[in-house]
């Protein structure tokens, strides 16, 4: 069985960093993809950023390109998001994902989930 389980959320002051990781436990998606995706009150989920374990390339959507960064750690389970200069519009619960293929379709959906972590950014 896949779980994915986030950590590092929190309350942060605009401008302020936060560094989000998660660990996949149940399997390696060495040929796939992990990602990160963020849902605020109100709005739809919606694709943050993404990594190909294999070629290392990585998505970052255009809201947040400029500040945020998204890395693989050492071992083919972990993924984590760096988040600078945020701001109270980044204000959601952050979803870890994994895929077994990287491809357009990730910035869309994943087949596993994590439970989410959630970042406030007070103004």
């Known amino acids: 069985q896949v779980q994915l389980v986030e950590s590092g959320g929190g309350l942060v002051q605009a401008g302020g960093s936060l560094r989000l990781s998660c660990v996949a436990s149940?399997?390696?998606?060495?040929?796939?993809?992990m990602g990160w995706f963020r849902q605020a009150p109100g709005k739809e989920r919606e694709s943050v950023g993404a990594i190909s374990w294999s070629s290392g390339n990585t998505y970052l959507a255009d809201s947040v390109k400029d500040r945020f960064t998204i890395s693989r750690g050492n071992a083919e389970n972990t993924v984590y998001l760096q988040m600078n200069s945020l701001k109270p519009e980044d204000t959601a619960v952050y979803y870890c994902?994994?895929?077994?293929?990287?491809?357009?379709?990730?910035?869309?959906?994943?087949?596993?989930w994590g439970k989410g972590t959630l970042v406030t950014v007070s103004g």
């Open positions: 149940g399997r390696t998606f060495s040929r796939g993809a």
């Open positions: 994902a994994a895929d077994s293929a990287y491809g357009p379709h990730v910035t869309q959906n994943m087949d596993y």
